[in-house]
């Protein structure tokens, strides 16, 4: 017979912990844009892709990212606590990741001495 309790309480803390981890590196992204350091990925050169931002696209965002960082009315220590604020969440994201990875593999269990 299925524990329908417990496959409820399963779900909410999944969906919960997800929840709070995709947050939590959204944040990271957001405060990264807020420091000044725009997080451009250039482009890759794919023969099947739907869509390629050719270089001129790519270079007229970076231009438009460089303008608005300058635009920023943060002063330089309002920018350095968001950018360390920034990297927090990414570690803590990390971090969680770990740790529920860990959880579900029960051989790294013998390496702390639970097993």
Partial sequence: MIDWAAFVVVFIAAFLG???????????????TISGRTPIVTPAEFTDAITVITPAEAKAAAKKAAKAAKKSPLTDGQKRAAFIGAWSCFVFSALAVLVGIFLIVPALHRFIGIA
Avoid: D, E, F, K
């Avoid at 947050?23 to 990264?32: E, H, K, Q």
């Fill in 18 to 32: 997800a929840t709070v981890i995709v947050s939590a590196y959204a944040l990271g992204i957001r405060l990264l």
